[in-house]
């Protein structure tokens, strides 16, 4: 029995992988309020669901800007959603100006996958995403990534691992 519901739960959650893959939702600028983490190497029984989004928060622009480069494996986009001065932190180290995190985004972004899973944390000029992060486009971590909006520029980004 318990084989059974195992195997339910993860074709219930296969499905819904598929459904968000074909772009069922017009709202394809808003993170979704579930996702999964499946690769054509996994089954069905493998896939592992995340816990559903408490925030159903619209990402700022520039953070959406950001989000869609790396979709998009736009390293000129990515870069122009930071402000000229702008700092990013990455697990610790420091980059700092839109030249810098360029140079980082080029090296370890581009190329990847980014998903955001929910926003975390939302308040005027600031949000904190919880993202699953794929450096070359499978497997990957979950990490929180929490940008500073002035304007129409991410002026402070600081990507930390989710533990």
């Not at 790396?70 to 980059?95: H, P, Q, T």
Request: charged share 20%.
């Amino acid at each position: 029995m318990t084989q059974r519901l195992r195997l339910l739960a993860a074709s219930s959650a296969a499905a819904c992988a598929l459904a968000l893959a074909a772009g069922c939702s017009d709202d394809a600028d808003k993170p979704a309020a579930s996702a999964t983490t499946a690769t054509p190497a996994t089954s069905a029984a493998q896939a592992t669901p995340t816990a559903p989004s408490t925030s159903a928060a619209k990402l700022l622009p520039p953070i959406d800007a950001y989000v869609n480069a790396v979709k998009n494996k736009d390293l000129d986009a990515l870069a122009g959603a930071f402000a000229d001065d702008a700092e990013l932190i990455d697990v610790g180290r420091r980059f700092n100006g839109r030249a810098a995190i360029r140079d980082w985004a080029r090296a370890e972004v581009i190329g990847g996958t980014l998903t955001v899973v929910r926003v975390v944390e939302d308040r005027p000029g600031h949000q904190r995403l919880l993202v699953r992060f794929a450096p070359g486009g499978t497997g990957g971590f979950e990490a929180h990534y929490a940008f500073t909006v002035t304007g129409s520029a991410i002026t402070k980004a600081e990507l930390t691992y989710a533990n």
